[in-house]
């Protein structure tokens, strides 16, 4: 590029813009060679790269990454904790987690409410319940991404009646759920039996807090009338849905039908998934089954 024939590219500030060009691009190796021909390497630099790893899902690259930095002694700053504790969460990798975590503390951001939110969620991750609730504790100002991780905490531990609790400490407390809440709150629901309640909390997301349910929000609810034996309940969601259903919503129907032998509703299904980009053996094998099971019955 233009940048790199002038000399701009070994400059930190265009370096840097012309780095996250890169990556946005996906070509993370030209990013990374730019970043190698700089002279001078800032902690800007160092979290645009790590970032750009993270930011592509290649997590050992990004670790790599940090652990070169830490070897070069340039000090990360809150942005780079937030990535590097991703990686850790993504990798499941408690210790360098907790040694990240320490070394927030002393550089004074462990009150940064994006940071804690992300050190909730590695811990998550790595099954830490404890440490979710030293942080969540701690915090002068819990908005609803640090609620939501705490409900995540919980959700991923199988605690549901302590989802639930928080979920109506949380709105007690003033601070509003939002989309991806109300998803933790319909798999809790749907993991629990509650079908009932998660008819209910689909209606408060729709009608108290004014969210507009995603595919997946009503994928959700499918499963859980699903599974809860109310086929009638699901093909009543499935028809108010203001979207076309996706594959998944065909395969959640399948298996409903399949536990509850439904072999109508299935046939169904299985002719709308057949039609869709995504259709896939494990599909039909799905649809053999429920045959086969109607057959012994």
């Not at 000090?75 to 904790?81: G, M, N, V």
């Not at 320490?102 to 440490?131: H, N, P, R, W």
């Not at 995540?152 to 991806?180: C, K, W």
Request: aromatic fraction near 10%; charge should be negative; include cysteine.
């Amino acid at each position: 590029m233009k940048m790199v024939r002038d000399g701009f590219g070994k400059d930190p500030l265009p370096a840097g813009m012309l780095m996250e060009l890169y990556a946005k691009w996906g070509s993370i190796q030209r990013a990374h060679n730019v970043f190698d021909e700089l002279p001078v390497k800032n902690t800007v630099l160092w979290t645009t790269l790590i970032t750009a790893y993270t930011d592509q899902g290649f997590y050992e690259e990004a670790m790599a990454c940090l652990k070169e930095m830490e070897a070069a002694h340039s000090s990360p700053d809150a942005i780079t904790y937030v990535c590097a504790l991703k990686v850790c969460g993504n990798l499941g990798v408690l210790e360098k987690g907790l040694e990240l975590h320490s070394k927030t503390v002393k550089s004074g951001f462990d009150y940064d409410l994006i940071l804690c939110s992300i050190l909730m969620d590695m811990y998550v991750k790595c099954g830490q319940m404890a440490e979710i609730e030293k942080i969540f504790g701690r915090l002068p100002l819990r908005d609803v991404v640090a609620w939501t991780a705490l409900l995540s905490g919980y959700a991923y531990q199988g605690q549901y009646d302590m989802v639930l609790y928080h979920f109506e400490r949380m709105i007690e407390e003033g601070t509003e759920p939002n989309a991806t809440t109300f998803l933790i709150i319909f798999t809790v629901c749907n993991h629990a039996g509650f079908a009932i309640g998660g008819l209910h909390h689909f209606r408060a997301m729709v009608e108290e807090f004014d969210i507009f349910p995603s595919i997946k929000h009503y994928n959700s609810m499918v499963d859980l009338l699903g599974r809860a034996g109310q086929l009638n309940g699901a093909a009543d969601i499935l028809d108010k849905m203001p979207f076309q259903p996706n594959i998944i919503t065909w395969e959640t129907v399948l298996g409903s039908c399949r536990i509850w032998g439904d072999v109508c509703l299935a046939k169904q299904a299985y002719e709308c998934a057949e039609k869709l980009d995504g259709y896939h053996g494990g599909i039909l094998v799905l649809m053999s089954n429920i045959y086969a099971n109607n057959i012994s019955e």
